[in-house]
């Protein structure tokens, strides 16, 4: 039979007559499953029986835990918990559930199962969030694919943590409403006032300034590596710079994403939702403009740099998506995270399999890699003598395989600089007009391959790179010379003619002629063997 039940202000209690009586209300919430939202659907179902309170639906500790959290929270904002059989079921049970994003819609489906919420009011939105004991509400990760669900499945509004309203916004075509309370919420569906209504900024998108004011105009000198990381920009390309300490490979680095062009608009997406679940927009909760940019350090584990864990997370590779990940100290990375590149640096992605599922994240990304010749990092330098024998230093470049080093596009040598090149009063080459170039030669590669999913030079396939890296004139013998003279894998033969064709497009020449090849070639000095 039907419970009778008693208002007394913001009490509500549950009294069942003789009989017993049954309560079941449903309200819809959302996980993240790689990079997508999957809708889930809280159901509860209030019996008579021995007082119980358990959660069904292949739900993980964090969810499991949720029953503690939501008990006291309820309590504790006034309302009287109900002393009966409480069952949760998280559908489709066939999915496992994890986050503490499920706190919130199992409160509201409880409190809408003991009349303090009409469930019409509550089954018309999508509800995400962590709870306090108190009843507050905290933010919660993955906020961006979930809003982009309930948009996609329909849903008028969503509710969220207040912190993670501006993030919500991002999705145009639904209502965002920020919350700080659970009673918020209860006044919210009762009279319709309480929350936050977040409207839509997707206008912000492209307003951030260059991180921290860095410029290539800060570095003097260094004009050959200049041009190499402004043909890697211009191409999308990976590239190695091998330099003693003190050379300034890593400002070279740090400054790259200020001479990259902005995010395309599905780049940028992708970028967002993976930033989402690792839980880094709460402070900027706006979609990215800019490049990412990625310097794990190199005592980093497999799975942070891949991802991982029981449920998959995404690692380093995947937060770079779509602008550079920065290696250092390249050779001291360990051995079988540096073989495990070789996969996202090939297909763009990373597929990480467990017995019950797997997990694929996108993973396309520009690899920036900085290593000394040598363990002490003198070999070369004509300002220090080299303390390490023939074989330490072939052991030392060994770390990095050769198949790894044929994933890289680009390998150059930073040299030092001298004193004299650091006080003269030479106006440097400001990011923005290297940013203009860059920008031009990408456009190029827009138009050329706009019917394909791909937009830079670096992402062709071996077919694509056939069509349009043919050389011409003595391009074609010089290059053939190259392979014959350094032992030069079909794999680098093909990385040359993509670095070519960039050089070529940041000419605006459609041909790829003698020089742009000559410039590619000069690109490999690690292909050149050089004696140790």
Known sequence: MPAKRLFF?????????????QVISKVSTATVYGIDGIKIDVEVDISNGLPAFSIVGLPETSVRESKERVRAAIKNSGFEFPNDRITINLAPADVRKEG???????AIAVLAAMGAIKQEDAGGCLIAGELSLDGRIRAVRGILPITMLA???????IIVPMENGREASIVKG???YGTNHILDIVHFFREGGGLKDFNSHGGDWGTDAHRDGLDFSD??????????LEVAASGGHNILMVGPPGSGKTMLARRIPTIL?????????EATKIHSIAGLLLLRGSLLSERPFRAPHHTISDAGLIGGGSIPKPGEVSLAHGGVLFLDEFPEFRRNALDALRQPLEDGQVTISRATHSITFPARFMLVAAMNPCPCGYFGDTRKACVCSGSQIHRYRSKVSGPLLDRMDIH????PVTIRELSLEREEEPSEKIQKRV??????QEERFRDRKIYANSQMQARLVKKYCLPSGNAGSLLEKAVEKFGLSPRAYHKILKVARTIADLEESSDIKEPHVAEAIQYRVLDKRLTI
């Open 439 to 444: 920008a031009a030669a990408r456009t190029l």
């Open 151 to 157: 948009n996609k499945e329909g849903y008028r509004k």
């Open 412 to 415: 150059i040598e930073v040299p």
């Open 174 to 176: 639904i209502k965002v």
């Open 219 to 228: 570095i003097k000198g260094q004009a050959q590596a200049k041009r190499a």
């Open 261 to 269: 062009p902005r995010l395309y608009y599905e780049e940028a997406i």
């Open 9 to 21: 202000g913001r009490h509500f209690v549950l009294e069942a007559k003789k009989g017993g009586f």
């Open 100 to 106: 503490s994003s499920f706190d919130l819609p199992i």
